[in-house]
């Protein structure tokens, strides 16, 4: 008794609170309308905003006037949907009763905008929905947790609400899309409906009626289609045509388990522009579509279709067979030949456990064939924030999919045997890749091109193992997805790690490990070039948004050499800044660079051949020194090249104001040092170039390699002090002003130097110079000097140039001329006395004739043995060396003529730079 009690007082109650809930929406239906706008927003982000709203309870409606849809978090383009008049009337009976049908809707006076951001969005976008955040959560929280099976009422009707109409009457609607640019000017196109009615027979068939319009070509619209979901045969015929595309459809689809269903289907597409501009996508790589096929039914739940034709005059077969049941759908084969592409997948869907399993087999795909069937977006860049809402979606599903491939194609790019396996859970997805051999040409192979035809550029040969792994467990909004991706093959890996994150979030820093012990793996390409790099290790952390860029630290090392620093990228002004510093303790260059006679071999056959004009007179591009600033200073502990050691070199490297500075450019040797700078400031035309070089103690031989060279001891001096300007090389040459200064000191040099060289020209002069060449096996070089004195073009080297060795004294002097690339020095050749040989057989005078592209060595020209005898009596009058003034070495330079030549010197060359 006290039982029936308690039950009538509970539905007294609940009587109660629905007359009174009823109540309210009769007197205040807006009171509805605030929870709705609520719940709307904080679904969606959008806002909605209504004239006036009108509830009925017998039957159900809901009728509304100028309804408003805007996005605030769009910057352009925040109307988004316009509405004059709308009607909702619910069937609660068929509602209850769980009917195929149980409402109908009307609406009219409709503004749809779509506006295409330049970021890749539109104006539709917005941030994640917080329910799909806390959705998210809740798997994070719970990462084993396996999805609820649905109970047996959840799963009696799983047919979507949205399906569930009777009718659906839309008149007057206009659709625009805009693509927005900051470039160029906006495009629109706009898309007239003035009917669209979708009834939904007794049988479930669906009626479609559509009228629409766009810049007078019409698009129409009849007939009767099935619901995909249907069970049973029903009869079909539907026609659309309009902007150069036509679709049919005509059979029975679906079967009532007794006849089997049959459809043909026909799609055409001749003409895209127009189709293209309303979806913003290239649609041209797939003109035109000429497709034919048939969706059969075999029985109950199984669907076979097959089409046939072309897709942007490419041949196109498919079939496939699929079992849709509840709650999977199994995809028992697809088979698909595309142009030079075969596949075959099969798979399960199962939207209940959220689970897909799958695997596709290729005997061939060639990649760069497949964007005509997807076709491309029209010059829209690709967003990211698309994608983490996918992820975030993934992160819900379980997934396990295998690929295979036996010829991967891309461009140039000819890949072997690749597997991939995609595995993903609600805490991670696992990626794992192999690939047995790749080969990249020189240029793009086409198909159907004798693959041994073209020239491999390079080729991998040992397997290359790659995966990648994104965590869904630990990620934590704004923080993102923790990425590792690694790669190896024999000889090579590398891992990346990193956070995946939405673009609006503040990118995470990366971190770069990769680690190359050899070359192996790899055949085609010469890897000799490169050995001496390694083994190399690189590790570098990166950051960056969209106006800054950093490495911040960097770490390289080529052996036993390292090079460490930073660099920052910054664009957040109008010229984009570039700072940053390298330091290196130590760098060994040994392996990189030798003078021995291998080395050397044949490198002078160029002197050889006429080479015409050698300075170019093509404009030169200066824009680079406005286009950025940049500050980089850069530190070398000791570099060691042979036998030579730079020690605490230092040089710092500035851009601003269209000038370059680098200055100071230090370097101590064992016995010298090295200074010098240089500036370069952008004109109106051209630029202007100024430049200071001073090097002292340097050992030539040093710089090859021990007892291997061809060219053993000689300490060198070396001065350049140069100015130049214009646009060209030919107008930089012309204006060249300044002073060159070389001393050598005590060197043997290896007689057949020239014959390794392979220069003809060069061993004739040396031969005419220094007859003993011939017979001797080395030459003991006393001391070399050179003055030249540059103006506006010409370099004069006025009675300047000593060579003195064990059996010969060479004095000489005259001109480069850089203007027209002439050229004419005069060589006096002596012998010493008492080594036998008559100055008739030694020429009086050689002259190094002819231009920079083609010189000619001429013995005692007519009419210049007088010039010979007066280039010889200014060298041996002699007097104060400025080689004792601190420009070089006094020491070095006593008693022997070389230092002579520096007497005329100006004064300018006994500064010394400390």
């Not at 160029?184 to 009626?207: A, G, H, I």
């Not at 330091?583 to 990189?592: G, K, M, S, T, Y």
């Not at 000593?802 to 059996?807: F, L, N, R």
Request: glycine content about 8%; charged content about 20%.
């Amino acid at each position: 008794m006290r039982t029936l009690k308690i039950t009538g007082w509970i539905i007294l109650g609940l009587a109660a609170t629905i007359a009174i809930a009823l109540t309210v929406l009769l007197v205040a239906p807006k009171s509805y309308l605030g929870l709705l706008q609520a719940q709307l927003t904080a679904a969606t982000g959008y806002q909605l905003n209504v004239d006036t709203l009108q509830v009925d309870l017998f039957p159900p409606r809901l009728a509304a006037t100028n309804l408003n849809l805007s996005n605030p978090e769009t910057p352009i383009g925040k109307n988004l949907l316009k509405v004059a008049q709308a009607e909702l009337v619910i069937d609660v009976g068929n509602y209850f009763t769980s009917a195929p049908s149980w409402w109908r809707a009307a609406a009219s006076g409709i503004e749809l905008q779509l506006i295409d951001r330049d970021d890749g969005l539109t104006n539709w976008s917005t941030a994640l929905p917080r329910s799909e955040n806390q959705h998210s959560d809740s798997n994070k929280t719970n990462p084993g947790k396996t999805p609820a099976k649905p109970s047996d009422n959840a799963s009696r009707n799983t047919r979507p609400a949205l399906f569930s109409f009777s009718e659906v009457d839309i008149a007057d609607l206009t659709y625009s899309r805009t693509i927005a640019s900051p470039e160029k000017d906006d495009q629109s196109n706009q898309l007239t409906v003035s009917q669209l009615t979708l009834t939904k027979e007794s049988d479930e068939r669906l009626l479609v009626k559509l009228q629409a319009s766009h810049e007078d070509q019409p698009l129409t619209g009849s007939g009767r289609l099935a619901l995909p979901r249907s069970d049973q045969a029903r009869d079909v015929d539907f026609y659309a045509a309009g902007f150069g595309a036509e679709i049919r459809l005509n059979g029975t689809v679906g079967s009532d388990g007794i006849t089997p269903g049959g459809a043909t289907v026909s799609v055409r597409l001749t003409e895209h522009d127009t189709l293209g501009s309303l979806i913003n996508r290239d649609l041209g790589p797939i003109a035109p579509i000429n497709l034919d096929g048939s969706l059969k039914a075999p029985q109950q739940g199984h669907w076979g279709l097959k089409l046939s034709g072309a897709v942007g005059g490419q041949p196109l077969q498919l079939s496939a067979k699929a079992v849709a049941g509840q709650p999977a759908f199994t995809l028992q084969n697809l088979s698909l030949d595309f142009a030079d592409s075969s596949l075959q997948a099969n798979g399960i869907l199962n939207t209940t456990s959220h689970s897909l399993t799958g695997k596709i087999t290729a005997s061939n795909l060639a990649l760069d064939q497949f964007p005509v069937v997807a076709g491309k977006n029209d010059g829209q860049k690709q967003s990211a924030t698309d994608l983490t809402a996918i992820l975030q979606r993934l992160a819900q599903w379980s997934i396990d999919l295998d690929l295979q491939a036996a010829q991967l194609h891309y461009q140039q790019h000819r890949a072997q045997n690749l597997n991939v396996n995609i595995s993903s859970r609600n805490d991670a997805m696992d990626v794992t890749a192999e690939l047995a051999g790749a080969t990249i040409y020189q240029h793009p192979v086409s198909e159907g091109e004798d693959s041994n035809s073209p020239t491999p550029a390079w080729q991998l040969e040992s397997p290359l193992n790659a995966t990648m792994k994104l965590d869904f467990q630990q990620a934590e909004q704004p923080a993102g997805w923790p990425l590792v991706i690694t790669l190896k093959t024999v000889g090579v890996d590398a891992e990346l790690t990193t956070t995946f994150t939405q673009l609006s979030a503040e990118q995470p820093r990366a971190t770069l490990v990769a680690n190359i012990e050899n070359f192996s793996a790899f055949s085609k390409i010469d890897t000799a070039r490169w050995d001496s790099f390694l083994p190399l290790t690189l590790k570098i952390q990166l950051a960056g948004n969209n106006t800054l860029y950093q490495i911040d630290p960097f770490n390289i090392s080529l052996g036993d050499s390292q090079l460490e620093g930073s660099l920052t990228v910054n664009n957040t002004q109008r010229l984009v800044a570039i700072n940053g510093h390298f330091h290196a303790p130590e760098i060994d260059l040994n392996r990189f660079a030798t003078t021995t006679a291998e080395t050397l071999e044949g490198k002078g056959e160029s002197v050889d051949e006429d080479s015409g004009d050698l300075i170019s007179d093509s404009p030169l591009n200066w824009g680079w020194l406005s286009a950025a600033t940049a500050n980089v200073a850069m530190t070398i502990g000791s570099l060691q090249f042979n036998q030579t050691t730079f020690s605490n070199i230092k040089t710092q490297l500035v851009i601003r104001d269209s000038k370059l500075q680098a200055e100071p450019f230090d370097a101590e040797l064992a016995q010298g040092k090295v200074r010098g700078h240089l500036n370069i400031e952008q004109l109106d035309k051209g630029a202007s170039l100024d430049g200071r070089l001073m090097v002292s103690g340097l050992v030539p031989a040093d710089l090859g390699q021990q007892n291997k060279g061809l060219i053993d001891g000689g300490e060198t001096d070396l001065l350049l002090n140069l100015q130049a300007n214009g646009n060209t090389p030919q107008q930089l040459a012309s204006s060249l002003t300044g002073e060159i200064a070389l001393e050598i000191q005590g060197a043997t040099i290896t007689n057949n130097l020239f014959e390794v060289l392979g220069s003809d020209i060069l061993l004739q002069t040396i031969n005419l110079l220094n007859p003993f060449a011939k017979r001797d096996s080395t030459t003991e070089l006393e001391c070399a000097a050179v003055y030249f004195k540059a103006k506006q073009g010409v370099l004069t080297s006025p009675e300047q140039l000593v060579i003195e060795t064990s059996k010969m004294k060479i004095r000489g002097g005259g001109t480069i001329n850089l203007n027209d690339e002439s050229l004419r020095i005069d060589f006096v050749p002596t012998p010493r006395d008492g080594l036998g040989i008559s100055l008739s057989n030694l020429a009086s005078v050689v002259r190094l004739g002819g231009t920079l592209g083609k010189p000619q060595p001429v013995a005692d020209p007519s009419g210049i043995l007088k010039a010979g005898a007066t280039i010889g009596a200014a060298i041996a009058t002699g007097g104060l060396s400025l080689l004792g003034q601190g420009l070089f070495d006094r020491v070095r330079s006593a008693g022997t003529a070389c230092g002579k030549i520096f007497d005329t010197v100006p004064e300018t060359m006994n500064e010394q730079q400390n």
